[in-house]
Nanobody, 123 residues
Framework: QVSVVESGGGLVQAGVSLRLSCAAS????????MGWFRHVPGNEREYIAV????????YYADSVKVRFTISRDNAKNTVYLQMNSLKPEDTAVYYC????????????????WGQGTQVTVSS
């Protein structure tokens, strides 16, 4: 098993950058594909970026492609989400998720979750 804790959220103005971190502990971090997801009240949790176990491939939702970058440091058991050119519609609770082995973009495939970190983007 693995446990994850997100950090780095906050209140920012549109156009600025923010970096989220997700620190993992437990079983071998490199055994897990990792992802960032977000949730807005009234909507379902949505995938925004996922990364393979070794960090050699990443996939992005169209809504964040080009603006967001997911990366991981397996030596530090941490995955990051660099968010640039933030927009008010990026306002959400951001969650880090983990799953064993192969990466997918399906939210329900991820079975280890953090508590989330709030990102609020003002216009």
């Amino acid at each position: 098993q693995v446990s994850v804790v997100e950090s780095g959220g906050g209140l920012v103005q549109a156009g600025v950058s923010l970096r989220l971190s997700c620190a993992a502990s437990g079983h071998t971090f490199s055994s897990y594909s990792m992802g960032w997801f977000r949730h807005v009240p009234g909507n379902e949790r949505e995938y925004i970026a996922v990364i393979t176990r070794l960090g050699d491939s990443a996939y992005y939702a169209d809504s964040v492609k080009v603006r967001f970058t997911i990366s991981r440091d397996n030596a530090k058991n941490t995955v990051y989400l660099q968010m640039n050119s933030l927009k008010p519609e990026d306002t959400a609770v951001y969650y880090c998720g983990a799953k064993s082995w192969a990466v997918t973009t399906t939210v329900n495939d991820y079975n280890y979750w953090g508590q989330g970190t709030q990102v609020t983007v003002s216009s």
